[in-house]
């Protein structure tokens, strides 16, 4: 049994290698024996034992040679060896310990000390060897925990590269992207470039949990307005309600920007992951779009109301020349003591105002002719104080505020008091029987693209100096749908309104080449400016010649009428003959061209309706000019005389008529072109 562990005893010595044997056995130890220095190392190398007890004094190899050869060898070196000695011996007691000895006993030995001894030193041995195992193991430990840090610096290594890599490309991204909580204050464990910059702000400015909403919205009342919406989305928990479209980003004197948004929640943390994009671009497009389209949709109902009113008031326009002509005919032709003049007054009276609301149609429509001149707006009202006073309620107040040293304006004089005495009619009867003010100024304005466009007709006209009048009141205003509509034909919100007094205004203007704009608050009053261009040096208009008196006025010659309305021809005719005129007739061009064919010498002009079914005024004339290139014709029509005259210039057209023409324009244009009767 080796329950104490096993010992060497070295001794060539008999008796007391049997005593020894007795003794340790009977202590519980493993007995083995040699009798000399050789057996010893060979039978320790065969099996290690775990104590030696060696005698020093022994024939052949001693002691000391044996322990100088058990501690060359790594195999024995760790076997505690206990030397049996001489007591005298101290040199050679120092000598084994220095040799590697664990212990001395001197021979003859005392039982219990030698028992002692052996024990400590096994003892000893054993924890020697324990120590030597934990440290085997703490070594074992150590390498395979280096091992682990190498790798683990090794995978840091890597990790810090891929992130480093992630985090560039996050940073290029186009879009910004933060990982922050929302509770209400926004605090940031992340954020990309772009993220700040989408809110037009810094890294710095959003890293205080509260600064987000200060640094993001500069408004404080819209802050408030977002800053709920948003937690109150977010805390809805709906993902359709966490994206936000074209949200506005204003920095005071800057351009607004628009950013788009989106928070996604991170699974099982108070925590989101923000997505924000620049979207200024498409909103401006899309503004644009929109504003292009109600622009168009504008000038298209416009356009079409125009139309309608134009050619209503062209065919009314034959039907009161008729019923004109025919009365100042009769009127000439009358006796002046004749009961009658009186009722024909009144018909005279009567077809004017309706010619009046006709102009006002075409006037609208841009159908009407102008006499340019060069006008002085402030003189213009100056001159006409007076008669807008009358034309105002009695509890309105006019006042003026006329600007000094303007530049004049291109246009005619009477189209612009309509448009004075339209406005002024407006204002007057906004304000009702309330008091108020109604503010006529004249001044200058300079109007850059961006002002013009904000106007009505701005877009046709270039930037630079206008003149401006404007005519404000303190009237009952209106709503923004009634000031949408103002400028359609027929619009109106009065009664009695016809809807045609801003509609003339705005042909007015179109055909100025200016622009129109309206500011109106409901309750509060209304302002009407038109701006025309300014005239500068050098645009001098020649002022048209004053029309002398013709009253009588006579020609002589053949005149070929032609026109498609009877009742027309019937008037021309009488007229034409009232100012001495022989005259043939015609229903149409075709008609036309064949008697000219037939008859065109005892011809001296043709007067002639451009609008007529079969073959027009215009392809009449063409044909006529086959016939004798010198024939002279006048064109009447409805239309503006300068469009008129426009399409056929250097085609040697006689002159053209306005309809309705009076007796007094046919006077005038004729006197212009035929010799005048001998009396
Ligand atoms: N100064 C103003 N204040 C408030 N509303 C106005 C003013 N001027 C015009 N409006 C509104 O614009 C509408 C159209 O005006 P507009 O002059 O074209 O027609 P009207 O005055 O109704 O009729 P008409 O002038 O043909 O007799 C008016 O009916 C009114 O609703
Ligand atoms: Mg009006």
Redesign the pocket.
């Known amino acids: 049994m080796k329950k104490h562990g096993s010992i060497l005893i070295v001794e060539d010595a008999r008796e007391s290698l049997t005593l020894l044997t007795e003794l340790l056995s009977a202590e519980g130890y493993a007995v083995r024996s040699a009798g000399s220095g050789d057996l010893a190392l060979a039978s320790a190398a065969a099996n290690l034992p775990d104590l030696i007890l060696l005698d020093i004094r022994m024939p052949g190899m001693d002691g000391f040679e044996a322990l100088r050869r058990l501690h060359a060898d790594d195999a024995t070196r760790d076997i505690p060896v206990v030397i049996l000695g001489a007591a005298t011996g101290t040199a050679e007691r120092v000598e084994v310990l220095k040799l590697g000895a664990v212990d001395f006993v001197s021979k003859p030995f005392q039982k219990e000390e030698l028992l002692s001894r052996i024990r400590t030193r096994m003892e000893l041995s054993r924890s020697r060897l324990k120590l030597r195992e934990q440290a085997a193991e703490l070594a074992r430990v150590n390498a395979e925990l280096m091992n682990n840090i190498a790798k683990l610096e090794q995978s840091g290594e890597a990790l810090r590269e891929s992130e480093a890599f992630i985090l560039a490309v996050m940073d290029n991204l186009p879009i910004g992207i933060a990982v922050n909580s929302v509770d209400p204050g926004v605090s940031f464990s992340y954020m990309n470039d772009n993220f700040p910059r989408c809110y037009r702000t810094t890294r710095s400015a959003l890293a205080d949990p509260n600064g987000f909403w200060d640094a993001a919205y500069e408004d404080p009342e819209f802050r408030e307005v977002m800053k709920k919406r948003v937690v109150d989305d977010c805390a809805s928990g709906d993902p359709a309600r966490m994206r936000w479209t074209g949200v506005p980003i204003t920095r005071k004197g800057e351009e607004t920007t628009f950013v788009s948004a989106m928070n996604t929640p991170i699974p099982g943390k108070p925590l989101m992951i923000s997505t924000v994009w620049d979207v200024t671009e498409h909103m401006r497009a899309e503004e644009e779009r929109r504003k292009l389209d109600r622009k168009v949709q504008h000038a298209q109902r416009l356009e079409s109301l125009g139309m309608l009113a134009g050619g209503i008031a062209h065919d009314f326009n034959n039907i009161l020349m008729a019923v004109l002509g025919h009365a100042e005919l009769a009127m000439v032709k009358l006796s002046p003591m004749s009961p009658a003049r009186n009722a024909l007054a009144e018909i005279i009276t009567a077809a004017r105002n309706a010619a009046d609301l006709c102009r006002?149609m075409l006037t609208y429509s841009g159908r009407t002719s102008s006499t340019l001149e060069k006008i002085g707006l402030r003189e213009l009202v100056e001159e006409m104080a007076h008669l807008l006073k009358t034309a105002i309620s009695k509890k309105a107040l006019l006042n003026l505020n006329l600007g000094r040293d303007l530049l004049p304006i291109r246009g005619d004089p009477s189209q612009i008091r309509q448009i004075l005495m339209?406005?002024i009619?407006?204002?007057s009867?906004?304000i009702g029987d309330r008091s108020g003010v109604i503010t006529v100024a004249v001044g200058a304005t300079r109007c850059d693209r961006d002002y013009l466009e904000s106007t009505e007709l701005g877009d046709a006209i270039p930037p630079g100096l206008y003149m401006h009048l404007e005519?404000a009141?303190t009237?009952?205003?209106?709503d923004a749908r009634?000031?949408a509509?103002?400028?359609?034909?027929f619009?109106?919100?009065?009664f009695?309104?016809?809807?045609?007094?801003?509609?003339?205004?705005m042909g007015i203007v179109r055909a100025h080449k200016g622009a129109l704009k309206?500011y109106?608050e409901p309750g509060k009053?209304?302002t009407?400016k038109i701006l025309f261009p300014a005239l500068t040096e050098g645009q001098e208009v020649a002022r048209s010649p004053a029309s002398s008196s013709l009253a009588d006025w006579r020609g002589k010659g053949t005149i070929l009428l032609v026109d498609d309305e009877e009742s027309l021809i019937a008037l021309g005719g009488r007229m034409l003959e009232h100012l001495g005129f022989t005259v043939l007739t015609a229903a149409d061009g075709l008609q036309a061209v064949k008697l000219y064919r037939e008859r065109g010498k005892e011809i001296d002009l043709v007067l002639m309706d451009l609008t007529m079914p079969h073959m027009d005024g215009g392809e009449a004339f063409g044909e006529l000019r086959q016939v004798n290139p010198d024939v002279r014709v006048i064109l009447s029509s409805g239309y503006s005389r300068d469009d008129v005259a426009g399409r056929f210039a250097g085609k040697n057209l006689a002159g053209v008529l306005q309809k309705p023409y009076t007796l007094a324009k046919l006077t005038e244009a004729l006197s212009a072109v035929m010799p005048r009767a001998e009396r």
């Open positions: 006002q339209n406005l009619i407006n204002a009867e906004a005519v009141d009237g009952c205003g209106m009634t000031k509509r103002v400028f359609e034909p619009f109106s919100t009065k009695t309104g016809r809807g045609l007094g801003l509609a003339a205004v309206v109106s009053g209304t009407f």
